[in-house]
Structure formats: structure tokens, C-alpha cells
């Protein structure tokens, strides 16, 4: 109940409505209501969609106590874009973290930025890239730097040590093909509002 009494608060000191919130959220008023009677708890980027609009830069204010099975934890921005960053982190489900095995010291968040990969991941979705899983698996997104360039794309394997760069938006953005040395892997995108 801390959690939906902090959101009808930060609500409340906001000015706005119910149904105001639920519009500027592009949710349903009875879902900001089954929030603030804590009968459920948002999913991470209605979470962070919430927390814009009600112009919160401290997430734990709103986030459950961490003592609690289902409280968020916090991952932090990959260093790369830690100065572009309004928010000092997002959040995750603990449970999520549990269920999938992932390992906190290597979680960080990133940015999508363009449109190379839209209609999959969309200009400013916030991503969650897991530093450990460096080993390339056909099909899958990675976040990697290419010279002073960082780029969230899908790799492919391919003979003699080459790789396949494949955007989303395939027909503004064609196919490129590098070698393995061309690149450095930071990490697997596993998350954007679900894991991917």
C-alpha cells in the first residue's frame, strides 16, 4: 500500500485528475485507480511514463519498498549515455531479475536513438542491455560502439569472422557486413518493456 499511497500523493501535489493522468499516460482511469488501491503494480515503462508526467526524478519515491517480493530494483545508465540521460536509472521487477537469472552488476540501461530499428524498438525506448552475454547469437539485438559510433542493432553470424549488421527498418537502412574486429560487443538488448 506505500507504493499506491506515494503515486495518489505525487498525483495529488501534481494537480491532476484521475483520468487526467490516465490520458497524458495513455492508460485507462480504472488502471491509475486499481494503482492507487494497490491492487496492481505498473509494468516498468508505464512506470517510467508516470513518473514523466508527474515529473519525479527519484524513482524509489514511488517505487514499493524493496523489502517487498515484488519491489523494483534499479539499473543504471551505461556510461556511454549518462550525460543525455533526464533519469539516473530505470527500473526492473526484482522478480524479473530472479526468474530470468540475470545478475545486477552487469544490467545497464541505454537509449534508443533513431529510426533504424522502429516499429521493434522506437526512438528514446529506454533498453536494458545485459554486459554479460557477449557471445553472438544469430537474429539477437546487441548494443556495440563501431569507432566512436555506439549502435543497437541485430548481428549475424557469418563466415571468416564476419558479421552482419541488420536494422529493423531494413528498406531506409540495408544490410552491412564487417568483421568481428570491427566491432565492440558491449552486451544483448533483453529488455524493453519485456524481455525481448
Known amino acids: 500500500m506505500k507504493f499506491a499511497n506515494q503515486l495518489k500523493n505525487a498525483r495529488l501535489a501534481a494537480g491532476l485528475s484521475q483520468k487526467e493522468l490516465a490520458q497524458k499516460a495513455s492508460i485507462t482511469p480504472s488502471l491509475i485507480s ?16 508516470i513518473m514523466k508526467i508527474l515529473n519525479f526524478h527519484n524513482i524509489e519515491s514511488l517505487a514499493p519498498s524493496k523489502d517487498n517480493q515484488n519491489s523494483y530494483l534499479n539499473i543504471p545508465p551505461l556510461f556511454q549515455q ?16 530472479t526468474v ?9 540501461y541505454v537509449i534508443m536513438s533513431g529510426n533504424s530499428m522502429q516499429n521493434l524498438l522506437n526512438d528514446g525506448d529506454k533498453l536494458i542491455v545485459d554486459t554479460s552475454q557477449k557471445k553472438l547469437i544469430d537474429g539477437k539485438i546487441y548494443a556495440f560502439n563501431q569507432g566512436n559510433l555506439f549502435r ?10 564476419q558479421i552482419r549488421i541488420k536494422s529493423y527498418n ?24 519485456g524481455f525481448l
Open 34 to 49: 486499481r494503482y492507487e488501491l494497490g491492487k496492481v503494480i505498473p509494468r516498468l515503462d508505464t512506470m517510467n511514463k
Open 82 to 97: 549518462t550525460a543525455n540521460s533526464e533519469n539516473t536509472h530505470i527500473t526492473i521487477l526484482k522478480t524479473d531479475i
Open 100 to 108: 530470468h537469472k540475470f545478475h545486477m552488476d552487469n544490467l545497464f
Open 152 to 161: 543497437i542493432k541485430i548481428l549475424q553470424n557469418l563466415p571468416e569472422q
Open 170 to 193: 531494413s528498406y531506409e537502412y540495408p544490410d552491412e557486413i564487417v568483421t568481428l574486429n570491427d566491432i565492440e560487443l558491449i552486451g544483448q538488448i533483453i529488455y524493453r518493456g
